[in-house]
């Protein structure tokens, strides 16, 4: 559709890792790298073969220059689809090395955001994610550590990883911690086919759910979304890659449209996936005849949904407006 890459754009589920260019990874790591070592076939067999695909990138997020420099990359591949908002995540974990602290860590990640603003006019903001395979005490001092940025820089906690060797029912510790520290928190949830995951998330406090696919198989879980807002980021490459979606399975954007569900479309991994924004609107248009306002409709679900302060919500609300003009 030649009007999609003008529509501006807001991609709330955006991993770190996952969507650095192979130009920066080579340039950080100092070898050439084959794009199949960074992405993950269409027909990708689970979820587990996919997060195979992360351990190159995450080498090379170990300095503090990489780790800016590496929001400056994904923040540039944005602008170039008229992306007008990010939330960026990752685990600062994976990054903690002999030489970098957490505070050392969130530093780099936040000065990212704003020399990629200064470069390209994106607004982003960065969410950190704890992940399911590690300590409790790991993931409580990332997220302790990162509750002293939180609107400034970094807006959200997420949890990341395998969700099914993971369930949420571990996790209280963390969603208890996030209530008590007023952090707003985000979930990877639904993405395994288990809808118990999303109603644990939401029980907990989370306001939004990472992918939710399997939330169409529990009516009165769907009614309680809707009736509390929770917003659901959907990646639909990425959702058939891992099988959250079947092959012929129909995907649920338009079942969670129809109900009132908060809808987004993201990437999820620009360079996983190998995705982009433009390319995931023009998915859901082809397969799910998703017109131009629904897109629009789902442009200001994310608005609403970000994590995002009132100034930057006018600025983005604004884009609408001009757009329609
Ligand atoms: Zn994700």
Redesign the pocket.
């Known amino acids: 559709m030649s009007y999609i890459n003008a529509l501006p754009k807001i991609d709330l ?1 955006c ?1 770190l890792d996952g969507s650095l260019s192979r130009e920066f990874i080579e340039k950080c790591l100092n070898k050439s790298v084959d794009p199949n070592e960074l992405t993950a076939p269409y027909d990708c067999q689970s979820l587990a073969e996919y997060l195979t695909k992360f351990d190159l990138p995450v080498s090379a997020l170990q300095t503090k220059g990489n780790l800016k420099n590496a929001v400056i990359d994904v923040i540039r591949q944005a602008k170039s689809e008229n992306i007008t908002y990010l939330e960026i ?1 990752f685990a600062p974990t994976l990054s903690i090395n002999n030489e970098l602290s957490y505070n050392d860590i969130y530093e780099a990640v936040i000065e990212g955001t704003k020399e990629g603003f200064k470069a390209y006019g994106v607004y982003s903001n960065i969410i950190i994610c704890a992940m399911r395979h590690h300590s409790e005490a790991d993931n409580l001092n990332m997220l302790r550590a990162g509750r002293e940025y939180l609107g400034d820089g970094i807006c959200a906690l997420d949890l ?1 990883g395998d969700e099914a060797g993971f369930p949420n029912e571990n996790f209280a510790y963390l969603f208890e911690e996030a209530v008590r520290l007023d952090m707003p928190f985000t979930i ?1 949830s639904g993405e395994c086919g288990r809808s118990k995951n999303i109603k644990i998330a939401v029980e907990a406090g989370a306001r939004r759910i ?2 939710g696919i399997c939330l169409t198989e529990d009516n009165d879980l769907m009614k309680l979304c809707k009736e509390k807002s929770i917003g659901f980021e959907l ?1 639909p490459t ?1 959702n058939y890659q891992t099988k959250a979606v079947k092959p012929g399975m129909n995907y649920p954007l338009r079942t969670f449209i129809d109900y009132g569900i908060k809808a987004t479309v993201n990437t ?2 620009r360079t996983v996936s190998n995705t982009t924004m433009s390319r995931e609107y023009e998915l859901v248009t082809d397969q799910l005849n998703i017109a131009k306002e629904e897109l629009i409709l789902i442009y200001e679900n994310s608005i609403e949904l970000s994590f995002a302060n009132d100034d930057i919500k006018n600025k983005l609300y604004k884009t609408v407006s001009d757009y329609a003009k």
Request: aromatic share 0%; with cysteine; net charge neutral.
């Open positions: 589920h991993h995540r990341a990877h990472g992918h990646c990425s999820d991994n």
